[in-house]
C-alpha cells in the first residue's frame, strides 16, 4: 500500500494560488504597460498635428507677406495673424461709407497679390467692417447703427474689389458693429484704430459663416 506524503498535498495548494496571483499581477502589468503606450502614442500623434498646424501657419503667415511685401512697406496696411488691417480713415470719412480716391487706390493694388495668393491656397476672403462705440445715430442719420455702418463699409470696400478684378466668388463680407474693438474705447486715438476694414484669407467652407467665426476665436 502507498504512502500518503502529508507535506506535499498540505503544501500543493499554497503553491498554486501564488501562481495564480504572480500570473494576475502579470496581466495587470502587462494591461498597465499597454495602456502607458497608447497614452504616449496618442500623446506624440496629438504633438506631431500641432507642429505641422503650426508649420502651415507659419508658412502662410510668410506667404502673406511676400504677396503683400509693397503695401506693407509702404505702412498703408498691417498684418496680424493673417488678418491684414486698413485703417478706417484712409477708406472713408468719419461715419460714411464713401470711399476715398486713395483707398480705391489703395485697394485696387491689393487685388492682385490676394488673388494669387488665394488662388494658390484655395481660400476665400473675408472682408470685416469694424466701428468705435460711439453711437452712429448721434452723428449721422443716414445709418441706423454701427451694425449697419460696418456693414455697408464691408460691402463697400467687397464690391470695389470685384470691380477691380477679383472673382465674386473669392471672397464675402462680414459685419461686426462695434464688437471686436482692438484697443478699448478709451480716446479719440483709440476710436480711430477700431473704426477699421480687414480682410482675412479663410478655408473654403460649406458653412462659409462657420469659417468665418473659426478664424476670429483664433485671432
Known sequence: ??????????????????????????????????????????MASKLEDEVQKRQVEEQKRISLEQALAIPLASGRITLNNGRI?????????????????????LLKSLVGPLRSYLQSRDEILMVSGFTDDKAVG???????????????????????????????????????????????????????QNRRVEMAPVPKAANTVDAAQANIKAN
Open 1 to 42: 500500500m502507498q504512502e500518503y506524503d502529508a507535506d506535499v498535498d498540505s503544501t500543493a495548494p499554497t503553491w498554486i494560488s501564488f501562481a495564480d496571483l504572480m500570473t494576475g499581477l502579470l496581466g495587470a502589468f502587462v494591461l498597465l504597460l499597454v495602456g502607458v503606450m497608447a497614452t504616449q502614442l496618442e
Open 138 to 192: 448721434n452723428r449721422n442719420r443716414q445709418f441706423e447703427d454701427n451694425w449697419e455702418l460696418s456693414a455697408q463699409r464691408a460691402l463697400k470696400v467687397t464690391r470695389t474689389l470685384i470691380e477691380e478684378g477679383m472673382p465674386s466668388a473669392m471672397l464675402f463680407a462680414a459685419a461686426f458693429g462695434q464688437e471686436q474693438p482692438l484697443v478699448a474705447n478709451t480716446s479719440d486715438k483709440a476710436r480711430a
Open 85 to 105: 488691417g486698413i485703417s478706417g480713415k484712409l477708406l472713408f470719412e468719419l461715419n460714411s461709407d464713401k470711399l476715398e480716391p486713395e483707398g480705391r487706390k
